[in-house]
C-alpha cells in the first residue's frame, strides 16, 4: 500500500494552533473562490488558511497536469493512489517550518496562502452516485427496538452484510446550504388514510462518508487488496430524514421521498492518508463475514464526533450528542466490497455514507428519533427554556469531528445548515 503519512512531530511554518483540524499532518482538499474574480479551484486547509494548488502550479512548484484549476475534485481523484501520495507527500514538504522554498518567498507565499475568512467554499466533488448504509449496531438495535420487537431488534440479514440503498446524488448539498422542510405523504396511524403536507417529524443523521477515485468496469469486483486505491478521502455527512414520511412510505422498498430531499456534505475532503495513524479494530462481527466481506487490514477509525443545535432563539449552539466513529460494525472497506459485490460499476467521484452513527451511552445516539427516543424523552435546550424532539424551521444544525493526535487533530472542520420552511404550493 503506497501512502504518506505525515510524521506527528512535523510543524508548519504556517501557525496552526493546537485546537485546529487542519495542521500539517492533515492537508485536507476543497474547492473554494475568492472575490478577485478568479474562478472556483482547488485548495488545501492549513490551519486559517487555503493554499491555493493552482498558483503552486504554475509556479512550477507542483508536478503533473493542471488538476488543480477544476472547480471540483474528480480530476485530481482520477490520477490515482500513485499521485494521490506524490502530492501530499509533495505539499508536506513544502509547508514544512524547515523548508525555505516557499517559506522565505515573500511574494509567492502572499499570493498563494488565502485566508480562509476571504474564501467561499463550494462542493468539493462532482457526485455521479450517493449509496447511504446502516452499518451501526447500536442505531439499527435501537430503531428495532422502537418499531419492531425489544427483545430481536435486528433483521435476520443485518449482520451478514452491509444493508444498504442507493440514493439521490442530485439533492446531495453542502455546507451553508438551507434545508428545505420537505412535504410528504404521512399517517397518524398506520390504517391511514395519509395526508400530504409538511413533514413534522425532521431529523439530523450524523454520518461519515467515503468518496471513491477508481473505477472498476461494469461486471467487475473490487478485491479486498485493491480497496486502498478506491478510497480517496472521507467527509462528514447529514443525511437528513423526514420519520414519519418515511414510516409510511418504506415498505415494501424502503427510502424514497423521506431521504431524497436532502443530504449534507462538509466542505473538506480528509485524505484517507491523514487518517491512517487512528486506525483501530473494529468490533468482532459474530457471525463470520463470508470471504468477500473479510479484511486482513482494519478500516475502523477513532474519530471523535459531535452534533450541535442552535435554534433560531439561542445566541450558540448546543451540543446534544458526542459519538465516535470507530463504533461502527460495518467498516468502510466492507461497505465498498459488498456494493461491488455483484459487479456495480464503482466510479470516481462515488460518495459513500456510512449511516447513522451511534454510540452505547444515550448522548452518543447519532439521530434525534433517538436521543428524544421517539419523542419520550424531549432535548432541553438550556439557554432559552425550549425543548426538541424533532428539528424545527429555524434551527442549525452543526457536526463536527476530529481524529485527536499528539498535540495535533485531524479534523473535517464544520458541517453545517439551517432547516427552512417547506415550500407550500
Partial sequence: MKTFVVPGDWRSWVPVAPESHFPIQNLPYGIFSTRDGRPARVGVAIGEFILDTGLLHDAGLLDGPDVFSADTLNPLMSLGRGAWTALRQRLAELLRDSEPVLRDDERLRARVL?????????????????????????????????????ERPLLPNWKHLPVGYNGRASSVVGSGTDVIRPCGQTVTSNEGPPSFGPSRQLDFELEVGFFTGADNPLGDTVAEDQVDDFVFGLVLVNDWSARDVQRWEYAPLGPFLAKSF??????????????????????????????????????????????????????????VCRTNFRHMYWSLAQQLLHQASNGTNVQVGDLYASGTISGPDPDSYGSMLELAWRGERPIAIEETGETRVFIHDGDRVLMSGWAQGAGFRVGFGELCNRVAPARVR
Wanted: proline share 14%.
Fill in 114 to 150: 488565502v485566508p480562509m475568512a476571504d474564501a467561499t467554499l463550494h462542493m468539493p466533488v462532482h457526485i455521479g452516485a450517493f449509496v447511504d448504509f446502516y452499518s451501526s449496531e447500536q442505531h439499527a438495535s435501537n430503531v428495532g427496538r422502537m418499531f419492531r420487537d425489544p
Fill in 262 to 319: 436532502a443530504t449534507s456534505i462538509s466542505p473538506w475532503v480528509v485524505p484517507v492518508d491523514a487518517l491512517l495513524p487512528f486506525r483501530v479494530p473494529g468490533p468482532e462481527q459474530d457471525p463470520t463475514p463470508l470471504p468477500h466481506l473479510q479484511t486482513a487490514l482494519p478500516w475502523h477509525f477513532d474519530v471523535q464526533l459531535e452534533v450541535a443545535i442552535q435554534t433560531d432563539r439561542a445566541t450558540k449552539p448546543q451540543r
